[in-house]
């Protein structure tokens, strides 16, 4: 039989919307039923997961909404309601937006499990002179006071701009552009998967995308420790963050001032302060007041009581009347 002429260009058609109609359907992307409110979410995709979580025991108390996260290309979707974003936003957006600073989340080096690079400084460590010559481009370096690296290595970081990286290159003094390496285009995950197939392979990466479900680090990674406490060499204790609790333990637990060498920053939601839909305003009260619950399991830190700011975002709820 000739299939191809019983293809006609209304089946065609037809052929196209149910195949459009099952990829949405098994994303939830564009599940909505009829009538049905839409909220969307956006930003950072190393929070992706989280905010899944939360959608789903959101949704226990209230289902008439549908939540969907809808990925970042090169740039934010055109619509949508919530901004995920791992790095403090300018001051002139800040003016705009109402936020919730749900968690924190540490950034650390991380090499191939099989190179030698890790074999070396999984056990010794690095410390900041270490990490501002391995990963950034400075001109005004002293050539003469740079440390001997024990074993090959090849840098990789990401290509476009993103929250990690301007904040692992600002909290050592230098902007993305500094960064050395290769640049790898897309999310952490591309990054990861370049590290695994280069055997002389390190990056850095939010303990989001470091550790799993269950705490351990990712498959084929080692986290390679530093000088927390800054008196420039690396202690038995500092070496043991092989698994997330362990982190909690040292960075969630200490002051904020006694951390160093290790970048800490803040994850938050927003929402446009004249704009905001009333059902993006709920999901972020829940959020503010839930959310917290569920950090630890993916990889993020609970924020400082100080930084919470849950009464803020609350006086801006009252604002709008909710």
Known sequence: MDYKRLLTPGLLVVALQLLTSYAYGQHGTSTEKPNQKVIVITGARACYSVIERWIDEYSKTNSSVQIVVEARGSNDPQKYDILAELYEHPAEIRETRAYVNVGRYAVFPVANATSAFAKIYAEEGLTRQHINQIFFHDIFADKEKEKTIKAPYTVYTRLQKAGVPQVFSRYFGYEQKDIKGTGIAGADSHLIKALLRDSTGITYLPTASIFQINGRVHEGLVVIPADLNGNN??????????????????????????????????????????????DAVDFLKWVNENGHKYLHEYGFLLPEPKRADKEKFNEFVSQKGR
């Open 233 to 278: 060499r690396i202690s038995d204790d500092e070496k043991s963050i092989d698994r997330f609790d362990k982190v909690i333990d040292k960075i969630e637990n200490a002051s904020a001032a006694d951390i160093k060498n290790v970048p800490v920053d803040y994850f938050h939601l927003s929402i446009d302060k004249k704009s905001a839909k009333a």
